[in-house]
């Protein structure tokens, strides 16, 4: 009897030791790690959305790169048009938009300065004259033995430094668009001409009538639209796709006609905003259209085998590109920042981060569903159920 009232005393305190104490976990249960940038959704979900998954796929690609630039023209072709020496406008009709041709008379300037040139060649041109007389008669001379050596050597430096002068003025001549050949049959100029040293628009007017305009001051600027070509702004991630000869396709910003164009020479230099400058030829002129226009242009830089999954894969959140990666735990999928090339076909070209398995499972289907299942739930970069 007493052995009896012991076991049962014992029981009793050992049901009591236990009370409130939950069984022991099994120790084959896992629990999905807490890693940031997860999602988890349920077996009715899964088939809601018809997620699938699929592996990383190697596609011929031709595809386009959308980029802005806008048309400009080469620097010889945009001129400032000035004067050598300083003058007053006397004359001119040009406005801004008029187009001029080369060799055209676009207007006239007069100063003391200009007669004064012209002076100074002619007498000094008449100086030659009589220092070539004087050479000639020296020369003879000195070969008789009649006058000094020394005499005919210092008239012969006389003569070639008086030629000297008289080609200098002669340049400042030309500089001044005055006709050398007329002022030698002795009609001296009051006013000198301006000419366009190309054909082109006048895009720009300094200068009033009556205005004195200091030497090398801009008076005009002329554009030639002739030869403008499409500068285009590309940005770092897409520079190898580029090469000479890539065709373009463009509009300008006031219209809606495509245009094309050719890939002719490609910068060296990527700027602070992490971009490049392609020169484009346009393969058919028009000087109707104006240098500064914004276009938007579509780079096609054919075919490449690249790896790709379904554009459906790729969903965008905050200006970035992410996919989503299954993991070893049923339903729960990572998301994965990635970079983007080329899409074409239903495929966009993807660049994956390194350390992700070459036999990694992507979501090809459902992307979309599990980026807002994510934001939703308000623990991004946590585990979200």
């Given at each position: 009897?007493?052995?009896?009232?012991?076991?049962?005393?014992?029981?009793?305190?050992?049901?009591?030791?236990?009370?409130?104490?939950?069984?022991?976990?099994?120790?084959?249960?896992?629990?999905?790690?807490?890693?940031?940038?997860?999602?988890?959704?349920?077996?009715?979900?899964?088939?809601?959305?018809?997620?699938?998954?699929?592996?990383?796929?190697?596609?011929?690609?031709?595809?386009?790169?959308?980029?802005?630039?806008?048309?400009?023209?080469?620097?010889?072709?945009?001129?400032?048009?000035s004067?050598?020496?300083?003058?007053?406008?006397?004359?001119?009709?040009?406005?801004?938009?008029?187009?001029?041709?080369?060799?055209?008379?676009?207007?006239?300037?007069?100063?003391?300065?200009?007669?004064?040139?012209?002076?100074?060649?002619?007498?000094?041109?008449?100086?030659?004259?009589?220092?070539?007389?004087?050479?000639?008669r020296?020369?003879?001379?000195?070969?008789?033995?009649?006058?000094?050596?020394?005499?005919?050597?210092?008239?012969?430096?006389?003569?070639?430094?008086?030629?000297?002068?008289?080609e200098?003025?002669?340049?400042k001549?030309?500089?001044?668009?005055?006709?050398?050949?007329?002022?030698?049959?002795?009609?001296?100029?009051?006013?000198?001409?301006?000419?366009?040293?190309?054909?082109?628009?006048?895009?720009?007017?300094?200068?009033?009538?009556g205005?004195?305009?200091?030497?090398?001051?801009?008076?005009f600027?002329?554009?030639?639209?002739?030869?403008?070509?499409?500068?285009?702004?590309?940005?770092?991630?897409?520079?190898?796709?580029?090469?000479?000869?890539?065709k373009?396709?463009?509009?300008?910003?006031?219209?809606?006609?495509?245009?094309?164009?050719?890939?002719?020479?490609?910068?060296?230099e990527?700027?602070?905003?992490?971009?490049?400058?392609?020169?484009?030829?346009?393969?058919?002129?028009?000087?109707?259209?104006?240098?500064?226009?914004?276009?938007?242009?579509?780079?096609?830089?054919?075919?490449?085998?690249?790896?790709?999954?379904?554009?459906?894969?790729?969903?965008?959140?905050?200006?970035?590109?992410?996919?989503?990666?299954?993991?070893?735990?049923?339903?729960?999928?990572?998301?994965?920042?990635?970079?983007?090339?080329?899409?074409?076909?239903?495929?966009?070209?993807?660049?994956?981060?390194?350390?992700?398995?070459?036999?990694?499972?992507?979501?090809?289907?459902?992307?979309?569903?599990?980026?807002?299942?994510?934001a939703?739930?308000?623990?991004?970069?946590?585990?979200?159920?």
């Open positions: 009897m007493k052995k009896n009232i012991i076991i049962i005393v014992a029981i009793a305190l050992s049901a009591c030791g236990n009370k409130g104490k939950a069984p022991a976990a099994d120790s084959t249960a896992t629990e999905p790690p807490h890693t940031e940038n997860m999602v988890e959704i349920t077996e009715a979900q899964f088939n809601t959305i018809r997620l699938q998954t699929g592996g990383l796929e190697q596609r011929e690609l031709s595809g386009t790169i959308k980029v802005n630039g806008l048309l400009d023209v080469p620097p010889q072709q945009m001129l400032s048009i004067m050598p020496i300083g003058g007053i406008l006397r004359h001119t009709d040009l406005l801004e938009g008029y187009w001029v041709k080369k060799g055209q008379v676009i207007a006239q300037m007069e100063h003391p300065d200009y007669i004064q040139l012209q002076q100074d060649y002619l007498e000094a041109k008449a100086q030659l004259a009589f220092m070539d007389q004087e050479y000639e020296q020369k003879e001379l000195s070969a008789e033995n009649v006058s000094a050596k020394k005499t005919f050597q210092k008239t012969d430096a006389d003569r070639n430094a008086l030629k000297v002068r008289v200098a003025l002669k340049q001549l030309l500089l001044m668009n005055i006709a050398v050949a007329r002022l030698e049959g002795g009609a001296i100029l009051r006013t000198i001409p301006v000419l366009a040293p190309i054909s082109g628009y006048v895009t720009r007017v300094n200068a009033n009538v205005k004195y305009v200091s030497p090398n001051e801009p008076l600027e002329i554009v030639d639209t002739e030869h403008l070509h499409a500068e285009l702004t590309v940005f770092e991630k897409d520079i190898p796709r580029l090469k000479i000869g890539n373009v396709r463009f509009i300008l910003s006031n219209e809606s006609k495509e245009r094309t164009a050719t890939v002719h020479l490609i910068g060296r990527i700027d602070k905003d992490r971009t490049i400058r392609v020169h484009c030829h346009l393969d058919r002129e028009d000087k109707e259209m104006l240098p500064g226009t914004y276009l938007k242009a579509w780079v096609e830089t054919g075919a490449a085998r690249v790896p790709a999954l379904p554009a459906a894969a790729v969903v965008m959140e905050a200006g970035r590109e992410y996919v989503f990666v299954a993991t070893e735990a049923a339903r729960h999928y990572r998301k994965v920042e990635i970079k983007t090339g080329v899409t074409a076909g239903g495929y966009t070209e993807v660049i994956l981060p390194e350390e992700l398995p070459a036999d990694a499972q992507f979501v090809t289907q459902g992307a979309h569903d599990l980026l807002a299942k994510m939703n739930s308000g623990e991004e970069g946590g585990h979200a159920h």
